[in-house]
């Protein structure tokens, strides 16, 4: 069974910065595709970046050039750096564990980033 576990998110003020970090459990986390998404109130969960098993990625044009993705196997741990955040950065952020093929996907419980003055 996978578990996954999120940490790091907070109240932060806009321009600054916050690294979430997911913990996973479990034997898979190397053959598998990881992400981050989020979801705003009053708005559908959207993919915020992804990175493959051999470390390829890629960003939502939202967060381009401002959050980095990467991956620590000897941890099985992925991590979101976010940078120049902005007040509509603000949603929770959910890890996400694929290992491909038609098994099943696995999701944290999500953390809380509030980006406000």
């Known amino acids: 069974q996978v578990q996954l576990v999120e940490s790091g998110g907070g109240l932060v003020q806009p321009g600054g910065s916050l690294r979430l970090s997911c913990a996973a459990s479990g034997s898979i986390f190397n053959i598998a595709t990881m992400g981050w998404y989020r979801q705003a109130p009053g708005k559908e969960r959207e993919l915020v970046a992804r990175?493959?098993?051999?470390?390829?990625?890629n960003y939502a044009d939202s967060v381009e050039g401002r959050f980095t993705i990467s991956r620590d196997s000897a941890k099985n741990t992925v991590y979101l750096q976010m940078n120049s955040l902005k007040p509509e950065d603000t949603a929770v952020y959910y890890c996400?564990?694929?290992?491909?093929?038609?098994?099943?996907?696995?999701w944290g419980k999500g953390t809380l980033v509030t980006v406000s003055s």
């Open positions: 990175i493959t098993s051999s470390s390829s990625t």
């Open positions: 996400n564990l694929d290992p491909g093929g038609p098994g099943p996907r696995y």
